[in-house]
């Protein structure tokens, strides 16, 4: 059993920048990834980017060239550093980890924590 926190939601104009932590406790695998979904009001949960134990990382079309994934591995948390914040990014950001993260399917992920709120205005 693995338990992620999630840190950094808030409220921001467009253009600004946020960073987002997850910290990761519990029966974790010094293999597993870790990543970020999203969830918008109305909308499917959508994949946003991942990192897995080496560094490599993946991201999707929309937040590429914005967002940047990174990993502590000593600290088992992972970063969003999240910059050109556009008010199409606003979501509910879920921190993932597991086996497979590079993943657009949800069902395949081990581990989710409970979100934390990220508001774009125009």
């Known amino acids: 059993q693995v338990q992620l926190v999630e840190s950094g939601g808030g409220s921001v104009q467009a253009g600004g920048s946020l960073r987002l932590s997850c910290v990761a406790s519990g029966r974790t695998s010094s293999r597993d990834g870790m990543g970020w979904f999203r969830q918008a009001p109305g909308k499917e949960r959508e994949f946003v980017s991942a990192?897995?134990?080496?560094?490599?990382?993946f991201y999707a079309d929309s937040v590429k060239g914005r967002f940047t994934i990174s990993r502590d591995n000593t600290k088992k948390t992972v970063y969003l550093q999240m910059n050109s914040l556009k008010p199409e990014d606003t979501a509910v950001y879920y921190c993932?980890?597991?086996?497979?993260?590079?993943?657009?399917?949800?069902?395949?992920?081990?581990?989710w924590g409970q979100g934390t709120q990220v508001t774009v205005s125009s």
């Open positions: 993932v980890a597991g086996e497979v993260v590079f993943t657009s399917n949800p069902r395949m992920i081990d581990y």
């Open positions: 990192i897995n134990w080496s560094g490599t990382t």
